[in-house]
């Protein structure tokens, strides 16, 4: 039995009353009925959108990252101060050319002190120059054991050769 009244909710009936008491009200965090059900609240969702996109002082998009503050998307991006940038060193040249410059003076130093015979002059260059003992015995008409008798004479007198000898035949040398 409901009453009719033009005072708005003064002609509730009593069971009307209290059930209104007993209802829950809709607060924020309840979605309004009707609505699509969703995973997550709106707040908590991805941005659609990166908003503007930004630029670094070189011009080149930045990157940053997107978030809501205040319920607007904002994107920061990322700038590093070009004064903090790490200075660029160009590549360091190659060695090779003062190691050759070198090893040429060394032996020219070797050939003025008349120590040694053109035969080992020749020898001595040519090993420097990568030609291994059998190619110069070969070219020599000599065996590989008589070059090496000839290597083991140079050493005692050329440093530099007794070195690069060493550290290129390592291992020949171990018992």
Known sequence: ?????????????????????????????QRPRGTP????PPWYRRPCGRGEPAAD???KPASGSTFRRGGRVVFAAEVWDPFDAPAETPPE???LYELKRRVSKVLSQ???SKMFSPFEMELMESLFSGMSMSDFGRRH????QATEYHVLRIMSRA??????????NMMRYRA
């Open 37 to 40: 059900r969703r995973s997550c």
């Open 159 to 168: 440093p530099l050769f007794k070195r690069f000898w060493r550290t290129k």
């Open 1 to 29: 039995m409901k009453r009719v009244s033009t005072t708005g909710g003064a002609g509730k009936t009593p069971e009307e009353r209290e059930r209104e008491k007993t209802r829950v009200k809709p607060t924020t965090l």
């Open 141 to 144: 008409s000599m065996t590989r």
């Open 110 to 112: 070797y050939r003025r």
């Open 57 to 59: 002082l070189k011009g």
């Open 93 to 95: 040249a190659s060695r």
